[in-house]
């Protein structure tokens, strides 16, 4: 008996193992909202500041004597994690630089809309600085988030991250993390080769798993099917980042 037992024991450890994911996880590492908020207090321009005011989404600004740098009050930066931002200006002059926890990006010169990746230095906060020259307008709405997809099925059969999702967008080029958040029914999983509703790693109704960077590539290979005759559904969420 105290073989079987040992025998059994070693079993679990194996499959547990094959499993880089754990979970509950806390989703908001990855699915929080976006950090940065749209209102004029959100950048402390509830009333004007040197040569800067805000009014409904537009921050306004006109050349001063030295830079000013804005401090949004939305959550902030995680040291090491990469941010999707997107900045919206209208200018005549100057420049305005976008930081998030420590890392500044590109200073924009021009009018458009500018997308970035940036990858926080430290835990922080979201800045804006405008140079002393920069005379224009800003969206308050700047867009700072991880998310970089979304994707839903119901592996009634056999499914893989790579198949065409029921909903939302296949699996993002360059993203390296994922979130797996598992619906009202549970889930079975296994890595290169097909699960049954009977075989594979069981994953409960509700729970929520995570692979990292480094178990990435592993995931890319993962094979999901449900146990409730088609009734089940997960939603994948993807983001760019680094542990």
Known sequence: MKAKLLLICAMLAVALSASAATYPYATTEITGSEMVTGTCPGWGLAVAVGASSCAATTITRTASASDL???NTGTAAM??????????????????????????GTARSSSATFTQDITATADGAVTLTFDSSF????TTTVSVKRIKGWSQYSPNTVTSPNDAPDAGG???ADAVEVVMSVGSYPIRYLYNR???????VLVPAGAVLKWGPSEFAKFKTIRI??????????????????E
């Open 69 to 71: 740098v804005l401090t």
């Open 79 to 104: 040291l090491g994690k990469t941010y999707t931002t997107s900045l919206t200006i209208i200018r005549t002059a100057g420049s305005i630089t976008l930081a998030v926890g420590g890392a500044s």
């Open 135 to 138: 005379a224009g307008t800003i």
């Open 170 to 172: 296949t699996l993002p």
């Open 194 to 200: 097909d699960p049954t509703a009977t075989v594979g």
């Open 225 to 242: 099917i449900d146990t409730a005759a088609g009734a089940s559904i997960i939603d994948l969420v993807y983001a760019k980042g680094i």
